[in-house]
Every structure is written in structure tokens, then in C-alpha cells.
């Protein structure tokens, strides 16, 4: 009974010390970030899922600029994007929209729908643009059509908000079409805790924890630097 007790107590150790370092591992992946000394601007990716920000209390906690959703793809406008930009601009951090292009969708549709969703603004940052393999839409088009559409939605998208767009290219949709071999606009990329280079074109932002979670917002937000 006494040599079945003692290896009770044994398992019950093992698993508490697996427990604390499974919490360990994941206060560490939910709270890393890029250092400041090498990326001193730092931002969020916010959207309906994120409940309602406390803009405020993440300004003050390190929160540089906020990209907000404002169109995504077929699932339509964001339901939280005019109060968080409401919010985000009386909390006095930078601000911009990011729209999630749907290939299922043309070019032309998705731009009306941007351009009335998104008041212009000249404080804003440049709009962003996420091309992706999105859930609900298997179309596949060719390159040139799609680089075509691309190109007539940014043109009316820019004519819209005054500045070049910046493409949001996740790895699975730029290994399939090659946009930055043949788009001429800054580039954000994606990859966590572990510096992109799966585009042509150098990036400007780059998403380096898509799983953090900071005070002042509602689950995981994606966390962007950018490069000096």
C-alpha cells in the first residue's frame, strides 16, 4: 500500500511539473515579442473577434498603431470596424484598415465595398490589403487574371484613400502567385517568432506573433512590427 501510495505521489509530481511548464510555454508564446531596440514601432491587427478594445489602456501599454478590420472577404463588412475606428483615433494611436480580398469576389465589388466601408482620412495609415486562400471560396484563378484584378482594386481603392496600399501576403497564397515578383508596393509578411523571407520583395511589416495577448483587448491579436 505504502509502495503504491509513494508511486502515486511520483505521477502526481511528473504531471504538476508538466502542467507548469506546458503554462510556462505558453506565457512565453503568448506574451513574446520583437525588442524594441530592433523594431521600435509595434502594432495590432484588430476585428470583431476582438471584442471591444480598451484603446486607451493599449496605447499605454505599447500599443504603436492598430490595423483594423474593415472588409472581410465574403463574409462581408466588420462589425466592430467604425466603432473601433471611432475609438482608436479619440485614444490618439496611428490607424489604418485592412481589407481581406476574396478571390471569389471581383475586383471591382470589393473595392465599392472598401471605399464605402472606409472613410477617407488623412491621418491614416496606408490601407492594407490580405490576400489569402480564404474558408468558402475553392476558386483558384490563374496568375495573370489574378494580378489583373488586383491591380483594378488597388487602383480604385488608392484613388479612394490617397496612398499606395501595402499587401498583407500570407505564405500559402504567395508561393502560388508571386504577387511581389510583379506588384510595386511595400510588402507585410507573416511568421512567428521567425523573421520572413518567402516574398521577393523585402517586407516593411511583418506579423511576428499571431497568437499574443496583451491588457486592454479581448483573445489573441496579431502582433506587427515594422523593419527600421
Known amino acids: 500500500m505504502l509502495k503504491r501510495n509513494h508511486k502515486l505521489i511520483r505521477w502526481g509530481v511528473v504531471l504538476l511539473a508538466i502542467a507548469f511548464m506546458g503554462y510556462g510555454l505558453w506565457n512565453f508564446v503568448t506574451g513574446w515579442a520583437p525588442p524594441r531596440n530592433s523594431y521600435p514601432v509595434q502594432g ?28 472581410d472577404g465574403a463574409r462581408g463588412r466588420d462589425a466592430q470596424f467604425q466603432a473601433n475606428l471611432a475609438a482608436v483615433q479619440e485614444a490618439g494611436i496611428r490607424f489604418g484598415a485592412l481589407h481581406h480580398y476574396d478571390l471569389c469576389r471581383s475586383a471591382s465589388e470589393q473595392a465599392t465595398m472598401f471605399i464605402t466601408s472606409v472613410p477617407r482620412n488623412d491621418r491614416a495609415l496606408p490601407p492594407a ?16 487574371l489574378i494580378l489583373a484584378e488586383l491591380a483594378t482594386f488597388l487602383n480604385q481603392i488608392e484613388a479612394h484613400s490617397g496612398t499606395p496600399a501595402i499587401l498583407l501576403l500570407t505564405p500559402a497564397f504567395e508561393k502560388e502567385y508571386q504577387v511581389g515578383k510583379s506588384i510595386d508596393r511595400n510588402i507585410w509578411l507573416e511568421g512567428n517568432g521567425i523573421s520572413p523571407d518567402y516574398s521577393a520583395r523585402p517586407w516593411v511589416m511583418w506579423t511576428a506573433n499571431s497568437q499574443r495577448r496583451v491588457s486592454g483587448i479581448d483573445g489573441a491579436v496579431r502582433w506587427v512590427v515594422v523593419r527600421k
Do not use: H, K
Not at 47 to 71: C, H, K, M
Open 44 to 71: 495590432i491587427v484588430a476585428n470583431a473577434s476582438n471584442g471591444q478594445p480598451r484603446w486607451s489602456e493599449l496605447g499605454a501599454t505599447g500599443v504603436d498603431f492598430a490595423y483594423i478590420t474593415a472588409v
Open 129 to 144: 490589403v490580405q490576400m489569402e486562400f480564404s474558408e468558402g471560396c475553392n476558386s483558384r484563378p490563374n496568375r495573370a
